[in-house]
């Protein structure tokens, strides 16, 4: 049986951006990661996932979760590192 684990380690993203999609799109993670993949495979879709991380970071400082903010600022930035041309 494929694990979470797996799923996260197939789809190219961290478990922490898999997480922030999950938690922008209300899904499970394993969900998740599937929708990364393939956001992953799209011209625009690695812009996509950087809109949800951002979302998320200013959705969690609305909440007044600045620690939550703070690790969603960390996987936008890995994010970033290793997809840059964004569009």
């Known amino acids: 049986m494929i694990s979470l684990d797996d799923c996260i380690a197939l789809c190219g ?5 898999v997480a922030a ?12 990661a599937t ?4 956001l992953l495979d799209q011209t ?17 400082l609305g909440n007044g979760s600045v620690e939550h903010a703070a690790l969603l600022t ?7 590192a290793g997809h840059p041309c964004t569009g």
């Open 13 to 17: 993203l961290t478990q922490d951006e």
């Open 44 to 60: 625009h879709g690695p812009g996509r996932i950087r809109t949800m991380l951002v979302d998320d970071i200013r959705a969690a």
């Open 74 to 80: 960390s996987a936008l930035r890995h994010f970033m």
């Open 35 to 38: 929708l990364g993949r393939y």
């Open 21 to 32: 999609i999950a938690e922008h799109e209300h899904l499970p993670e394993v969900v998740a």
